[in-house]
């Protein structure tokens, strides 16, 4: 019979397969595939309280948490030593293998939060990333037929501003 490993870690055929597809989705190494079993997070409260979406842990601001160790630089909520943390930062960290600092956050270069994919992502610097939501943001000038300047109008943009989750 075959043993299905990840790392030094001997796992079901199913966990491997899922983990495989996964990691072919984000584009990263198996090993670095955040752990997306668990349990749902009742103890989780307000916007960091996960919905089921697909398969996924999804929080109310539409970004896709991953299971980790307590031992993860990003960890949070969760009980004991099963803790959360933002897919997009776990994949970015492994990534990097480091930790973000204080002043660096995890952009979805197509800002859809559910598309984790290394390729999507990029570290920026704060206020960096503040200015780029703000100029999605920026106010679409037309004209009318007459040539004149229309009244000003903003594309709303599906997620707020400032501070989404690092
Ligand atoms: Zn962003």
Same mark, same amino acid.
């Given at each position: 019979?075959?043993? /299905?490993?990840?790392?030094?870690?001997?796992?079901?055929?199913?966990?491997?397969?899922?983990?495989?597809?996964? =990691?072919? =989705?984000? $584009?990263?190494?198996?090993?670095?595939?955040?752990?997306?079993?668990?349990?749902? $997070?009742?103890?989780?409260? #307000?916007?960091?309280?996960?919905? !089921?979406?697909?398969?996924?842990?999804?929080?109310?601001?539409?970004?896709?948490?991953?299971?980790?160790?307590?031992?993860?630089?990003?960890? @949070? $909520? $969760?009980?004991?030593?099963? =803790? /959360?943390? /933002?897919? %997009?930062?776990?994949?970015?960290?492994? %990534?990097? #293998?480091?930790?973000?600092? =204080?002043?660096?956050?995890? %952009?979805?270069?197509?800002?859809?939060?559910?598309?984790?994919?290394?390729?999507?992502?990029?570290?920026?610097?704060?206020?960096?990333?503040?200015?780029?939501?703000?100029?999605?943001?920026?106010?679409?000038?037309?004209?009318?037929?007459?040539?004149? @300047?229309?009244?000003?109008? /903003?594309?709303?943009?599906? !997620?707020?501003?400032? #501070?989404?989750?690092?």
């Amino acid at each position: 019979m075959r043993e /299905y490993m990840i790392g030094d870690k001997v796992v079901s055929k199913t966990t491997y397969h899922k983990k495989r597809r996964r =990691a072919e =989705a984000l $584009g990263c190494a198996i090993e670095d595939v955040p752990n997306m079993q668990g349990r749902h $997070g009742n103890n989780l409260r #307000g916007s960091a309280n996960p919905r !089921w979406n697909s398969g996924q842990l999804v929080t109310s601001h539409g970004y896709v948490l991953a299971r980790v160790s307590r031992q993860h630089p990003h960890s @949070f $909520g $969760g009980k004991g030593d099963r =803790a /959360y943390c /933002y897919e %997009h930062i776990a994949v970015m960290v492994a %990534h990097m #293998g480091r930790p973000l600092s =204080a002043s660096e956050v995890v %952009h979805h270069k197509n800002q859809d939060r559910t598309d984790n994919r290394i390729e999507n992502l990029v570290v920026m610097q704060c206020g960096k990333h503040v200015s780029e939501h703000a100029k999605a943001r920026a106010a679409v000038r037309t004209r009318n037929t007459d040539g004149t @300047f229309a009244k000003l109008r /903003y594309r709303t943009l599906p !997620w707020s501003m400032p #501070g989404d989750p690092r």
